[in-house]
């Protein structure tokens, strides 16, 4: 057997992927609706990690799982387009993760701190 493990592991991995999928939708529901800066920012993340998941299990969990999967035309015409996607959600995943510490970071350290909507955005970054 290789190192990375066999069948059992890349089944439990589909599965953690499917609870993953799951709640991902479920908080994409919960903010929504909601207009608050850090729901949006929820909102975003959880569909970059949405995509993150759905690609990697394409990529990497369920073509273990059904051998056959993995020789047939339709995943070698997939995986380029969903090995970026999966990047791309990984990246933005990790930015997202990022622009939510300092909004955070603003609302408690800095609570009336407003920024006005008719400043330009490269003097605010200044």
């Known amino acids: 057997r290789a190192a ?5 592991d890349n089944g439990n991995k589909v599965i953690v992927g499917i609870f993953g999928i799951a709640g ?10 909601k207009k608050n800066n850090f729901h949006q920012l929820m909102s975003v993340l959880a ?13 990497f969990g369920i073509p273990n799982i059904f051998t056959s999967l993995g020789s047939s035309s339709l995943y070698k015409h997939l995986v380029p387009i969903l090995l970026p996607l999966a990047q791309c959600g990984l990246t933005a995943s990790i930015y997202l993760t990022l622009a939510i510490a300092v ?4 609302t408690v350290c800095h609570p009336f701190f407003k920024v006005r909507r008719g400043t330009p955005q490269c003097f605010i970054l200044s």
Do not use: A, P, Q
């Open 103 to 106: 909004e955070r970071y603003t």
């Open 4 to 8: 990375g493990g066999g069948h059992k």
């Open 24 to 33: 991902n939708i479920c908080l994409i529901i919960w903010f929504i609706n």
């Open 47 to 59: 569909f970059c990690d949405l995509l993150y998941i759905i690609s990697s299990m394409v990529i």
